[in-house]
């Protein structure tokens, strides 16, 4: 590896100029004046560390923690959708198939306003704002996202669950057509649909949120367009992606990972660095895009904002 010791006149250059345009600076610099020559190589690069145009309208994070995001590429590239295949790096040339028009919300059970609602509808409805957060898959890798989209609970307020309410079930699309893994039946990667849930304290959290888009466009489809949950707290496998139906519940969900291994899956997945998967240790993660590995942080960092909600729970015995 090439290993340039900085002068101290360039450390601060990331300081002063924005992200974006320090990367294509140092992409400039990278291709060096060779290929300065083949100048299509450089717009095909640039096109590539392009971010996306900035087509919503948020209310924007401060960012207090001062995260650094992972680029737009690696976060629409390494994705985990177990509808269109099992393989992460596969799934971006194949989520075109998802068909995203005229998505409907089904939104019932234990609410006062049950709804069948267009998305566009919802939309109108809620305020968008931005989130940066850190994710963190279960298998160790993990990633800062600028996510855009609504918090669950101004969903929540609209719909007004009754007072039986206790657990909220999310389920995702089952269509075919859109889904290719959806075909192949019982040999399908897991049984669909795709189910997740919280418990309304959870949900009411002012992290739990809808994401709609990220980096200010509207959601890639390999990331769970049209809309996903995100829930930062816990393991990236609650995040469920391409929602069609919420329903307020009495009972806990059987959500698909506990489903498909009890074991080793259970309904909380919170981030927990002191409770070891059976198969691997949770006490680092790589963030993608880096060679070294970081420690897990409890919640994912976010003790202080839900620690609350797991007060006298064996946090070993609810994984
Ligand atoms: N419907 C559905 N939602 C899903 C999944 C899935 O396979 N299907 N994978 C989950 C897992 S394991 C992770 S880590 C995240 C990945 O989100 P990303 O591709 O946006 O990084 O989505 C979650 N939501
Ligand atoms: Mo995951």
């Given at each position: 590896?090439?290993?340039?010791?900085?002068?101290?006149?360039?450390?601060?250059?990331?300081?002063?100029?924005?992200?974006?345009?320090?990367?294509?600076?140092?992409?400039?610099?990278?291709?060096?004046?060779?290929?300065?020559?083949?100048?299509?190589?450089?717009?095909?690069?640039?096109?590539?560390?392009?971010?996306?145009?900035?087509?919503?309208?948020?209310?924007?994070?401060?960012?207090?923690?001062?995260?650094?995001?992972?680029?737009?590429?690696?976060?629409?590239?390494?994705?985990?959708?177990?509808?269109?295949?099992?393989?992460?790096?596969?799934?971006?040339?194949?989520?075109?198939?998802?068909?995203?028009?005229?998505?409907?919300?089904?939104?019932?059970g234990?609410?006062?306003?049950?709804?069948?609602?267009?998305?566009?509808?919802?939309?109108?409805?809620?305020?968008?704002?931005?989130?940066?957060?850190?994710?963190r898959c279960v298998?160790?890798?993990?990633?800062?996202?600028?996510?855009?989209?609504?918090?669950l609970?101004?969903?929540?307020?609209?719909?007004?669950?009754?007072?039986?309410a206790k657990y909220i079930r999310f389920e995702t699309?089952?269509?075919?057509?859109?889904?290719?893994?959806?075909?192949?039946?019982?040999?399908?990667?897991v049984e669909?649909p795709y189910v997740e849930g919280l418990r309304i304290d959870e949900a009411m959290n002012?992290l739990s949120?809808?994401?709609?888009?990220?980096?200010?466009?509207?959601?890639?489809?390999?990331?769970?367009?049209?809309?996903?949950l995100v829930v930062p707290w816990k393991y990236g496998f609650k995040s469920i992606?391409?929602?069609?139906?919420i329903s307020f519940v009495e009972k806990e969900p059987l959500n698909t990972w506990q489903k498909e291994n009890a074991d080793e899956y259970g309904f909380y997945a919170n981030v927990n660095?002191?409770v070891?998967h059976p198969?691997?240790?949770q006490?680092?993660?790589?963030?993608?895009?880096?060679?070294?590995?970081?420690?897990?942080?409890?919640f994912n960092?976010?003790?202080?904002?839900v620690s609350?909600l797991y007060v006298g729970m064996d946090l070993t015995k609810f994984i």
């Amino acid at each position: 590896m090439n290993i340039i010791r900085k002068k101290s006149w360039q450390i601060s250059e990331n300081l002063v100029t924005s992200k974006e345009l320090f990367e294509k600076r140092r992409s400039f610099i990278k291709l060096g004046a060779a290929s300065l020559v083949a100048s299509g190589a450089i717009m095909q690069l640039l096109a590539k560390e392009n971010l996306p145009n900035i087509t919503l309208d948020f209310i924007k994070d401060e960012n207090k923690n001062a995260l650094k995001l992972n680029t737009y590429e690696q976060i629409t590239s390494h994705n985990n959708f177990y509808e269109f295949t099992t393989k992460q790096s596969a799934v971006k040339d194949m989520a075109h198939t998802l068909k995203t028009d005229n998505w409907k919300i089904q939104i019932d059970g234990l609410v006062e306003n049950p709804m069948k609602i267009d998305l566009d509808d919802l939309k109108k409805m809620l305020t968008l704002e931005e989130r940066i957060y850190r994710f963190r898959c279960v298998e160790g890798w993990s990633m800062v996202v600028p996510w855009n989209g609504y918090t669950l609970s101004s969903l929540i307020k609209k719909v007004k669950p009754l007072s039986s309410a206790k657990y909220i079930r999310f389920e995702t699309l089952v269509d075919t057509t859109s889904f290719p893994d959806q075909k192949r039946g019982a040999f399908g990667a897991v049984e669909y649909p795709y189910v997740e849930g919280l418990r309304i304290d959870e949900a009411m959290n002012d992290l739990s949120f809808l994401a709609i888009g990220l980096y200010g466009d509207l959601m890639p489809k390999q990331n769970g367009a049209p809309i996903r949950l995100v829930v930062p707290w816990k393991y990236g496998f609650k995040s469920i992606k391409s929602i069609v139906k919420i329903s307020f519940v009495e009972k806990e969900p059987l959500n698909t990972w506990q489903k498909e291994n009890a074991d080793e899956y259970g309904f909380y997945a919170n981030v927990n660095p002191n409770v070891d998967h059976p198969r691997w240790s949770q006490k680092k993660e790589r963030v993608l895009g880096s060679f070294t590995k970081q420690n897990t942080l409890m919640f994912n960092g976010y003790e202080k904002e839900v620690s609350g909600l797991y007060v006298g729970m064996d946090l070993t015995k609810f994984i």
